[in-house]
């Protein structure tokens, strides 16, 4: 038996031996091909790798989907509303109309340059 492998061959109901073929670095086994056929078994196999690698990215695809929805729902914050933004007439800085002050119809980011404007226009301003 040359120190053979014994091994059970489904295919055609006997027993086959596989001689391993001796090399110079080692022994490499022989590989039995007798019940593939024209490479149909191992084009099947790539078909099955195919389909389950693309199985697989399609659920991987499905399930980011699915979590980046959830995510802004999750952290639902109020809604932010816009201010008008309004310019100080002293130093044109613009501000929100909210912390601003009004003086004679006109804008000013502080008191010091609602002052300064009244007094270089000599005006009374409110």
Do not use: N, W
Request: charged content about 25%; glycine content about 8%; some cysteine.
């Amino acid at each position: 038996m040359c120190g053979a492998m014994a091994d059970f061959c489904a295919h055609e109901d006997r027993l086959s031996i596989k001689c391993p073929v001796r090399v110079k670095y080692g022994t490499i086994p022989q590989v039995d091909t007798h019940h593939v056929k024209d490479g149909t078994v191992l084009m099947s196999r790539l078909l099955f790798l195919a389909a389950v690698v693309a199985v697989v990215y399609l659920l991987l695809k499905s399930y980011r989907s699915r979590i980046s929805e959830e995510k802004p729902s999750a952290r639902a914050e109020p809604p932010v509303h816009a201010e008008d933004m309004v310019r100080c007439v002293h130093c044109g800085v613009h501000l929100p109309r909210s912390e601003s002050i009004m003086a004679g119809g006109k804008f000013f980011c502080c008191e010091d340059h609602r002052r300064a404007h009244q007094q270089s226009t000599g005006s009374d301003g409110g």
